[in-house]
């Protein structure tokens, strides 16, 4: 069968794809779809090379880390109990902090998500009287009980323990405001938190260097306010981290970046020592702290999740880059542009309307590898404040950094797309995704 759309707008001709032919051989995938992959292929090539140079430092920094702690096939194996004098979570601990140029790290199969994480590290430093200062506006929708937002405290929130909270919203360009911060810090400040990634929002992920600028301009005003960071997607994306620019203190999950598709569960706080051990007296108990933690499942995947995790981002950056450029050649709005710096793994996509945001999720649950028969629908879910499309057969639930993808069932209307184990598998999720728009007449 001869190729189809493997002649670029520029006339330069590309070597056939295997996947795109194989799907064409099987009548899955229209001629019009084949064309602009082909031209998306050819034009995200330029980034993805630039995306291998950094996953390579990535890759020798971990490897060094694994030598600097003595990794040894003993950390390997299963604790039980309390889990006093496991060196294999002290090693694990240590490695994190390497990793994310932290003094110290927590990393725990004990916590349930990155949500958990974030809030086990606010609760660990907000005492009463307190005021917490949000940076980047309203919040991911999972935090906002932890906070407490709303007409009533949720049980427990921090609201309802007496802390304050406040928000200075971003610029019009979706960037942090340095001045209004900076004159919104009042005494009783004591953390101001930054969200990394865009959320739920079409506001570009932050930079580790904005965020530690403004960081830096806090300390210097204020050195006993502590800057926070959700960095949820962001880990292993840039070069550096926020806690090497000039944040205390950060938190995110492990069945995102840093567990490499492997990790089970599990979070991780990471930064000043003196923060981290608040923060684990909040996870388990005063007297306690980051001394105890049993891992009766063993530590192996945690290890190899880790080790494994620069290329498991490059594969979902790669597959974004590539998802960019196609929806962006169907005539649908996209952030970032294929061509754009990244600083988070998630690439969203405006599609305009609700039909669209259905199809578009039921397209990609046809590619997945678990319950690719299962048709995602919206619906209310505990912690979002609207009905939520989630799609995603992924082989650990919710693993956002296998590939998946979820909407919020409101205006403007636009998708979520991140993760990805390969780029290949990433491509195969987004070119169903189209074809099935395409097959409902649902393409601009």
Same mark, same amino acid.
């Given at each position: 069968?001869?190729?189809?759309?493997?002649?670029?707008?520029?006339?330069?001709?590309?070597?056939?794809?295997?996947?795109?032919?194989?799907?064409?051989?099987?009548?899955?995938?229209?001629?019009?779809?084949?064309?602009?992959?082909?031209?998306?292929?050819?034009?995200?090539?330029?980034?993805?090379?630039?995306?291998?140079?950094?996953?390579?430092?990535?890759?020798?920094?971990?490897?060094?880390?694994?030598?600097?702690?003595?990794?040894?096939?003993?950390?390997?194996?299963?604790?039980?109990?309390?889990?006093?004098?496991?060196?294999?979570?002290?090693?694990?601990?240590?490695?994190?902090?390497?990793?994310?140029?932290?003094?110290?790290?927590?990393?725990?199969?004990?916590?349930?998500?990155?949500?958990?994480?974030?809030?086990?590290?606010?609760?660990?430093?907000?005492?009463?009287?307190?005021?917490?200062?949000?940076?980047?506006?309203?919040?991911?929708?999972?935090?906002? $009980?932890?906070?407490? &937002? #709303?007409?009533?405290?949720? @049980? *427990? =929130? /921090?609201?309802?323990?007496?802390?304050?909270?406040?928000?200075?919203?971003?610029?019009?360009?979706?960037?942090?405001?340095?001045?209004?911060?900076?004159?919104?810090?009042?005494?009783?400040?004591?953390?101001?938190?930054?969200?990394?990634?865009?959320?739920?929002?079409?506001?570009?992920?932050?930079?580790?260097?904005?965020?530690?600028?403004?960081?830096?301009?806090?300390?210097?005003?204020?050195?006993?306010?502590?800057?926070?960071?959700?960095?949820?997607?962001?880990?292993?994306?840039?070069?550096? $981290?926020?806690?090497? &620019? #000039?944040?205390?203190?950060? @938190? *995110? =999950? /492990?069945?995102?970046?840093?567990?490499?598709?492997?990790?089970?569960?599990?979070?991780?706080?990471?930064?000043?020592?003196?923060?981290?051990?608040?923060?684990?007296?909040?996870?388990?108990?005063?007297?306690?702290?980051?001394?105890?933690?049993?891992?009766?499942?063993?530590?192996?995947?945690?290890?190899?999740?880790?080790?494994?995790?620069?290329?498991?981002?490059?594969?979902?950056?790669?597959?974004?880059?590539?998802?960019?450029?196609?929806?962006?050649?169907?005539?649908?709005?996209?952030?970032?542009?294929?061509?754009?710096?990244?600083?988070?793994?998630?690439?969203?996509?405006?599609?305009?309307?609700?039909?669209?945001?259905?199809?578009?999720?039921?397209?990609?649950?046809?590619?997945?590898?678990?319950?690719?028969?299962?048709?995602?629908?919206?619906?209310?879910?505990?912690?979002?404040?609207?009905?939520?499309?989630?799609?995603?057969?992924?082989?650990?639930?919710?693993?956002?950094?296998?590939?998946?993808?979820?909407?919020?069932?409101?205006?403007?209307?636009?998708?979520?797309?991140?993760?990805?184990?390969?780029?290949?598998?990433?491509?195969?999720?987004?070119?169903?995704?189209?074809?099935?728009?395409?097959?409902?007449?649902?393409?601009?």
């Amino acid at each position: 069968m001869e190729a189809i759309g493997n002649k670029m707008s520029d006339g330069m001709t590309i070597d056939q794809d295997g996947l795109i032919e194989y799907l064409q051989q099987k009548g899955r995938l229209a001629p019009e779809i084949a064309r602009l992959a082909y031209q998306a292929i050819s034009d995200a090539a330029p980034n993805i090379r630039q995306l291998s140079n950094r996953r390579d430092r990535h890759q020798m920094r971990i490897l060094e880390a694994f030598h600097e702690e003595r990794v040894s096939d003993y950390h390997l194996g299963i604790t039980t109990g309390y889990g006093y004098g496991d060196s294999a979570r002290e090693t694990l601990d240590a490695i994190a902090g390497r990793i994310l140029f932290a003094e110290s790290a927590l990393l725990r199969e004990q916590f349930v998500s990155g949500t958990h994480a974030i809030a086990t590290a606010l609760f660990g430093i907000l005492r009463p009287g307190d005021e917490m200062l949000s940076a980047t506006g309203t919040p991911y929708d999972t935090l906002w $009980e932890v906070i407490g &937002l #709303g007409d009533r405290p949720s @049980a *427990g =929130s /921090l609201r309802e323990f007496g802390v304050a909270y406040r928000q200075v919203e971003l610029t019009e360009s979706g960037e942090l405001n340095p001045e209004a911060i900076l004159e919104n810090l009042r005494s009783n400040t004591r953390l101001v938190s930054f969200q990394r990634s865009r959320g739920y929002s079409l506001r570009p992920a932050l930079s580790a260097q904005a965020i530690g600028q403004v960081c830096q301009a806090i300390h210097k005003l204020r050195p006993d306010v502590v800057c926070f960071v959700d960095n949820c997607y962001g880990e292993l994306v840039e070069d550096e $981290e926020p806690t090497s &620019l #000039g944040a205390d203190l950060m @938190a *995110g =999950s /492990l069945i995102k970046n840093l567990g490499g598709g492997l990790a089970p569960t599990g979070g991780y706080i990471a930064g000043r020592d003196d923060l981290v051990q608040l923060a684990a007296t909040r996870l388990t108990a005063p007297g306690i702290g980051a001394h105890v933690g049993s891992s009766p499942g063993g530590r192996r995947l945690f290890f190899q999740g880790l080790f494994l995790a620069p290329q498991v981002v490059f594969e979902a950056l790669s597959g974004a880059v590539f998802a960019a450029r196609l929806f962006e050649l169907l005539g649908f709005e996209v952030t970032p542009s294929f061509d754009s710096p990244r600083s988070d793994i998630i690439q969203a996509i405006t599609l305009g309307n609700a039909e669209r945001v259905v199809a578009f999720c039921q397209g990609l649950q046809k590619a997945c590898p678990v319950d690719g028969h299962v048709v995602p629908q919206p619906a209310p879910m505990p912690g979002y404040a609207d009905p939520v499309i989630m799609a995603g057969g992924t082989f650990i639930q919710g693993s956002t950094s296998e590939l998946s993808v979820d909407a919020p069932m409101r205006p403007p209307f636009a998708v979520y797309f991140q993760g990805g184990l390969s780029q290949t598998f990433v491509r195969i999720g987004a070119l169903s995704a189209a074809q099935t728009l395409f097959e409902r007449n649902l393409l601009p």
